[in-house]
């Protein structure tokens, strides 16, 4: 089974700031990774699937990148919006799963 | 417009059964795996169960496997998840996701989840 760890847990940031979250996973996953935002009380949305192809509608300041075991969620400046928790999750084996989370706060 | 509407949820006692339902529209649902994740209260996501678009490919998380039994109507544009065995660990909101392709790979929409308690 592979493990997704987030980092760091939360994250204070200013609003116009860049953001940076990681995801790491226990064995190598290739680009078969994807990035989810999730606001209070809201579904999990779709941002970023095969490491770095952005879904339908997200805006170009959400980038993702890496690939293997170590991944990258980039918000180049964020927007008020944007504070909410991320997850990532590995799509590469059987389980598939979700990295703990990562809470953006407002700093 | 994608809606998936979940239902079946409730308040179980440990060790017996629910069956989840997942009605979906908007789209062809015979052309997208489906998956099931769950949020237990204050916590993250976890993966639960998925099925490709023809139930050729299923596979479940470890923490359910054995109990958790997944399955679709392509026919009635549905998805299920039979629960058996159910323990206070397995209390959480579950979600019913569209995949994104045939094969069980990321979800892409998300239904707005039914809520499961396991308690005596």
């Known amino acids: 089974e592979i493990v997704m760890t987030q980092s760091p847990a939360t994250l204070s940031v200013s609003p116009g700031e860049r953001a940076t979250l990681s995801c790491r996973a226990s064995?190598?996953?290739?680009?078969?990774l994807a990035w989810y935002q999730q606001k209070p009380g809201q579904a999990p949305r779709l941002l970023i699937y095969?490491?770095?192809t952005r879904a339908t509608g997200i805006p170009a300041r959400f980038s993702g990148s890496g690939s293997g075991t170590e991944f990258t969620l980039t918000i180049s400046s964020l927007q008020s919006e944007d504070f909410a928790v991320y997850y990532c999750q590995q799509y590469n084996n059987w389980p598939r799963a979700f990295g703990g989370g990562t809470k953006v706060e407002i700093k | 417009e994608v809606q998936l509407v979940e239902s079946g949820g409730g308040l179980v006692q440990p060790g017996r059964s629910l069956r989840l339902s997942c009605a979906a529209s908007g789209f062809t649902f015979d052309d997208y795996a489906m998956h099931w994740v769950r949020q237990a209260p204050g916590k993250g996501l976890e993966w639960v169960s998925g099925?490709?678009?023809?139930?050729?490919?299923?596979g479940y998380a470890d923490s359910v496997k054995g109990r958790f039994t997944i399955s679709r109507d392509n026919a009635k544009n549905s998805l299920y998840l039979q629960m058996n065995s159910l323990r206070a660990e397995d209390t959480a909101l579950y979600y019913c996701?569209?995949?994104?392709?045939?094969?069980?790979?990321?979800?892409?929409?998300w239904g707005q989840g039914t809520l499961v308690t396991v308690s005596s």
């Open positions: 064995q190598s996953v290739s680009s078969n």
């Open positions: 095969g490491a770095s």
């Open positions: 996701a569209k995949g994104a392709e045939q094969l069980v790979r990321m979800p892409d929409y």
């Open positions: 099925i490709s678009w023809n139930s050729g490919s299923i």
